[in-house]
T-cell receptor, first 113, second 114 residues
Framework: GESVGLHLPTLSVQEGDNSIINCAYS??????FIWYKQESGKGPQFIID?????DKRQGQRVTVLLNKTVKHLSLQIAATQPGDSAVYFC????????????FGKGTRLSVIA | DGGITQSPKYLFRKEGQNVTLSCEQN?????MYWYRQDPGQGLRLIYY???????QKGDIAEGYSVSREKKESFPLTVTSAQKNPTAFYLC?????????????FGPGTRLLVL
């Protein structure tokens, strides 16, 4: 399939291990954050979101952690599977009106079977 | 099925030609967005629309135009003024109200220059 990113940071993990993908966001006023997963040649798929009044949120096999002090967001994937191989993007939104999301550059996750 | 559709999946443009990318949603979302994605980069916002008959420029609007005549449709025209149009184009929509900002994406259109 087509590549969505030739020079992205890459994280390689063994199947069954836990993955941690990190994201540094830019705007200290941002109060809403989303993680997306993008498989090759496809549109981004929503994974999980979190608001700034929380520091942790869990979904199915995924956990998002928010550290507002250092403007850091992380996505943890438990028991990583081959189907988790994709590019992962974080996105942030500031509270001033319905401003569009601002996306990070992405991290490629490669799962080794 | 509810969702966002983009067509065509692949589009070829000749020099000096305008081409239009289609984006349709049946989610009853008020807001729609167009992004451009190049290898090694994240998504860059081209245009967005929060309501019918209104739209705003994003970060890289030069060489592009849009219209929003219907709630469900937000076509993007890549004009001849866009000198480097080869990219993957993504359309998204959201409910558009505060605390309903999650954007949902279509499958994308890959534009290539002949």
């Amino acid at each position: 399939g087509e590549s969505v990113g030739l020079h992205l940071p890459t994280l390689s993990v063994q199947e069954g291990d836990n993955s941690i993908i990190n994201c540094a966001y830019s705007n200290s006023a941002s109060d809403y954050f989303i993680w997306y997963k993008q498989e090759s040649g496809k549109g981004p798929q929503f994974i999980i979101d979190i608001r700034s009044n929380m520091d942790k949120r869990q979904g199915q096999r995924v956990t998002v952690l928010l550290n507002k002090t250092v403007k850091h967001l992380s996505l943890q994937i438990a028991a990583t599977q081959p189907g988790d191989s994709a590019v992962y993007f974080c996105a942030e939104m500031a509270p001033s009106g319905n401003t569009p999301l601002v996306f990070g550059k992405g991290t490629r996750l490669s799962v080794i079977a | 099925d509810g969702g966002i559709t983009q067509s065509p999946k692949y589009l070829f443009r000749k020099e000096g030609q305008n081409v239009t990318l289609s984006c349709e949603q049946n989610l009853n979302h008020d807001a729609m967005y167009w992004y451009r994605q190049d290898p090694g980069q994240g998504l860059r916002l081209i245009y967005y629309s929060q309501i019918v008959n209104d739209f705003q420029k994003g970060d890289i609007a030069e060489g592009y135009s849009v219209s929003r005549e219907k709630k469900e449709s937000f076509p993007l025209t890549v004009t001849s003024a866009q000198k480097n149009p080869t990219a993957f184009y993504l359309c998204a929509s959201s409910i558009g109200t505060r605390y309903q900002e999650t954007q949902y994406f279509g499958p994308g259109t890959r534009l290539l220059v002949l």
